[in-house]
């Protein structure tokens, strides 16, 4: 589908913004853009889509090169390397300049159909719109290992919604809030419950990946689960805190019980020992839950590393390179009175 460049959007007064980061997707990319396409020109007044591909070593780069030579609305980004599951999609997100951002996969399990939807939720006042998995067609293991992860997940991370997987829409006040964290590592659905805006979830059930292979296996998805309690998290660096305050009670129960025992007959040397070592054991872990807080409130306070390092980017228009000078000003206006 070939559009004019004049009859495209400049930049200016996008009302949608597409994210949509691919890693060999080259059986995907193209049918990808054409449904999106169409939904988007149905919903929204104006519209773009942002590809970003984390490093492919198939055609997927070559085919976005052919989809942005024939429709202008359409920008991509190439990374210099693979960034992983997070930074790489957050980075499209913070780049978009729509009204609106939707990030969504390229392997069709995230339903274009869907968009009508959650646009509608939108245009009543959501601010951010999910879609939950209901359901999906995936191999025990994996599906074992996503039910795991999420119950682990849900005790210990304060900001999880079980089956949402970040496809949705995010209003521009959240993604401009969000990318003035300068999260090094963004765990984004998490920082999107963090954020407090107010959000409608749309359960559905997922279907099966389009084609080509799953970039997810079970080692994968323990990392993310890793980076996700990492940065969403204050409950695990707490843990030791809560383990102290444990012992504490329980070398208080095994004192009254040594002070007892030494009035009644003597000093008892295993209960003794066993006393003073529950003691020291309830300190350290009290000191060690003090510097874990301590060392989470440093890094959310030095956080400024690059999420991408772009080796070229398609479309684009003048002066959308730095996402994060687009921000400062946005911010610093809506504080104005």
Known sequence: MKVDANEADAGEGIELSFA????????????MYEAVTAQAE???RSHEIIFIDNGSTDATRSLLRNI???DPRVRAIFNNRNYGQMRSPTYAIYQAEGAAVIGMCCDFQDPPEL???IVRQWREGAQIVLGQRRMEKTSWL???????????LSRLGENIIPGVTGFGLYDRKVVDMLASWNEPEPFFRGMLVESGYRIVVIPFDRPARAAGETKNNVWTLFHFALSGLAGSGKALLRLPIMLSIFVGLLTIVLGSALAVRTLMAGIPPLLT????????FAVLLLFIGLIGDQ???LAERARNLPLVIEEERLNFPPGRELPAA???PRMHLDRQP
């Open 20 to 31: 949509i980061p691919c890693y060999n997707e080259e059986e995907n990319v193209a049918a």
């Open 295 to 297: 060392v989470r409130l």
């Open 142 to 152: 994996l599906g074992t290992a996503r039910r795991m992860g999420y119950a682990f």
């Open 115 to 117: 968009l009508g939807e």
């Open 42 to 44: 149905r919903l929204a």
């Open 273 to 280: 020992v066993l006393t003073v070592q529950a003691g020291i």
């Open 326 to 328: 687009r921000v400062a």
């Open 68 to 70: 942005c030579g024939q």
